[in-house]
């Protein structure tokens, strides 16, 4: 299983970015797909998480209202609208795929990570 991440770059505060997520190797219409994220000097902190359904989402409180998952099964691939952003969402996102939740345990298979950076 591959995931590979994109979308990630420097970006204003305020502005909007969307993070794409795109699985190979194995279909992922039976997992959960989710979303982390790790600022410079802090742990691993989830984002944001899609059931294998399509209907059931997670959503971080430091996100909620600005960032909003979303899955296209046909094309193997998760999405990560991101507004309103502030410098504080400064991170490398990863993209997961596994059984789901909002702890990093509940995952199997991790992408490489995308730089975003949010400046003032």
């Known amino acids: 299983v591959r995931l590979v991440e994109s979308g990630g770059t420097l970006v204003q505060a305020g502005g909007s970015l969307r993070l794409s997520c795109a699985a190979s190797?194995?279909?992922?219409?039976?997992?959960?797909m989710g979303w982390f994220r790790q600022a410079p000097g802090k742990e691993r902190e989830f984002v944001a998480a899609i059931t294998s359904s399509g209907f059931g989402l997670l959503t971080a409180d430091s996100v909620k209202g600005r960032f909003t998952i979303s899955k296209d099964t046909a094309k193997n691939t998760v999405h990560l609208p991101m507004n309103s952003l502030k410098p504080e969402d400064t991170a490398v996102y990863y993209c997961?795929?596994?059984?789901?939740?909002?702890?990093?345990?509940?995952?199997?298979?991790w992408g490489q990570g995308t730089q975003v950076t949010v400046s003032s």
């Open positions: 190797g194995r279909s992922f219409s039976r997992y959960a």
């Open positions: 997961a795929l596994g059984k789901g939740g909002h702890y990093d345990f509940g995952y199997t298979y």
